[in-house]
């Protein structure tokens, strides 16, 4: 929305592929003792020694997963990073490598992949991932981001989707929901922006849900953490498609049901109070919004006083039989079964 | 250029990403002691005990790096691997995992989509390489494949680009030019369509040359060859960009020079007889052409015995002193600089 006319416009043609990916990654460092060789050969080498190694890719394509009319392009180089190294934490391991591949129209000067590389040096500094590969390459329309990310685990220390038992508790991380209310603010300034381009776009106020939707973090810290305290947890995921859909998987796989509670899933004000401008129930959203990059997780309840007195964590429900279903336990204390939206239908 | 207008459309609306995944990779099988977790969790797990790890990753891109009208989507997912698995064999390393993500839009029906992983099932069953990861995202236009091929290497055994010294020989796999001059086959047969849809592609006596381009095989057996005869390269590369480029890349990293000979550059007939056919250089072609995925190699001269003899590998030079510079001794006994020209600049 805001665009600086002034920018200067370097063409990709002026470099070919080479000078390219070396210019773009100049600047990065390794700091992991297992990269062996980074980028400049054919392979990177990576020595993990004895731990096992956890690898995860995702995709973003523009128009699909980012709008360029309000996402900064240094966000976006983040994001891209944060949505993979999150499939690692959720493993319970150490993110240590990524590679990034981007396909980029020429319609991209220079200067705008330097700022979304900017964006992928700060999360690497920030979470101690070494930059160890990558392809870049034209497309006909528009950008799109490859990321694979690349872990280690010390011994048996892996945590699956499918270990949760019965009587276990279920625990998310943070606060869930702001990344898509987030998301319906800057949709909304977008169609203010296309009726009037003078007018300022009006965030004050949405800052923390707006700050969840474009520069999200990984929850590195919770995998440390439950380090720390010495918890491994029976299952985990991380929270990409939305809590109903996370929590459907993590039954599904570990043969189990659950009860969910309503008035326990952990809202931020931001969110309640800008659901209630925009007349959306939040419970609707924390279940199918998305994209909070939390980590959902169980635990054997000989575990709960290690856990019961941290901020950072909620216990949100119980795990039960298989039989018994997967149930909302709403505030009016009524049973309905939990079913994944996602994204799409959220609307319908 | 030949359709089939009676095949079955399923749309990919119809099944969810999920869905999409779970039907595209029912058919695979883990072949790989290392992999502990393949698809279905946030990430894939391997456990490579002592040995180093590798990984490469290289993008794909509909309408950049091939053609629909002639490339069939099979043998498409077939070379996704192979490009990936080249870099592999190129550090000398086992070739054990792969990921695939794809961006489709919808006019490709579910059933295109079942061609494409058919080609990449082979080549994971023919390879013995475990499909562990990827993602599948819609996008605005085309198909574009990401994959990140993973490997693994005993002890000390990895080859990098620049141990190369004076006085090694310099080694090619294989022949060379073939890919590009199938390539230039199908473009004319193409270019023949477009006047005369009713024609038939006429691509008798250029079998081999339309092979190397739409199926290449990576060269997984020079890597055991090797191995068997006990010769540890000093330095290797794949060619993907011609010989030329390559031969620099060595040289460079290496610090060397190196005399590279124009009759020892192993040619296929069909190769020769084609260019002699399109009026083009073979010698051009076999050091610009590119996407031949040979291995190029330099070892020490005393490990000259061991592979004199195999018909698969060709000395078609050697290494001298940085300061003497690369060279083309041609035919004629003259001696011209090496240059990259690549693809690009190929007809200029």
Same mark, same amino acid.
């Given at each position: ?16 592929e ?22 400049g ?16 890719t ?11 009319s ?29 590679t ?6 020429n ?18 500094? !920030?979470? $101690?991932?070494?930059? /160890? +590969?990558? #392809? ?6 528009? @950008?799109?981001?490859? *990321? ?23 625990v ?21 922006y ?31 953490l ?6 491994k ?16 998987? !993590?039954? $599904?796989?570990?043969? /189990? +049901?659950? #009860?969910?509670?309503?008035?326990k899933i952990? @809202?931020?004000?931001? *969110? ?18 998305g ?9 054997s ?35 309905i ?12």
């Amino acid at each position: 929305m805001i665009e600086d006319k002034n920018q200067q416009r370097t063409q990709l043609g002026d470099l070919g592929e080479f000078g390219l990916i070396d210019h773009l990654t100049k600047n990065f460092k390794i700091k992991q003792k297992s990269t062996v060789k980074g980028i400049g050969d054919d392979s990177a080498v990576l020595n993990f020694e004895n731990n096992k190694v956890v690898v995860t890719t995702d995709l973003l394509v523009e128009g699909v997963h980012f709008d360029l009319s309000y996402m900064p392009l240094k966000h976006l180089g983040y994001k891209a990073i944060m949505v993979n190294l999150s499939d690692v934490y959720a493993m319970n391991a150490k993110a240590t490598q990524v590679t990034v591949s981007i396909a980029v129209s020429n319609r991209f000067p220079l200067e705008a992949l330097e700022d979304l590389y900017a964006g992928i040096e700060t999360a690497a500094n !920030i979470y $101690k991932v070494d930059l /160890v +590969g990558g #392809d870049t390459t034209s497309s006909n329309t528009g @950008l799109l981001i490859s *990321v694979t990310a690349i872990g280690a685990i010390n011994a048996n220390n892996e945590v699956y989707r499918n270990g949760a038992r019965p009587n276990d508790l279920l625990v998310v991380s943070g606060d869930l929901g702001a990344a898509y209310m987030g998301l319906q603010v800057l949709e909304r300034e977008k169609e203010v922006y296309k009726v009037n381009p003078n007018s300022q776009p009006d965030l004050e106020g949405y800052s923390y849900i707006i700050e969840r939707q474009l520069k999200p973090e990984a929850r590195q810290d919770i995998v440390e953490l439950l380090s720390d305290l010495n918890v491994k947890p029976t299952a985990m995921i991380d929270i990409s498609d939305g809590l109903s859909s996370e929590i459907i998987h !993590i039954c $599904k796989q570990s043969k /189990v +049901g659950c #009860d969910l509670y309503e008035n326990k899933i952990p @809202l931020d004000p931001q *969110v309640i109070s800008t659901c209630e401008e925009f007349n959306i129930d939040s419970t609707m959203v924390a279940l199918n919004g998305g994209e909070d990059y939390e980590l959902l997780f169980t635990i054997s309840q000989d575990d709960f006083p290690k856990i019961k007195a941290n901020p950072n964590l909620t216990i949100i429900g119980h795990i039960k039989e298989e039989s018994e279903g997967l149930h909302l336990v709403t505030r009016a204390d009524t049973r309905i079964p939990l079913k994944a939206q996602g994204w799409k239908n959220f609307n319908d």
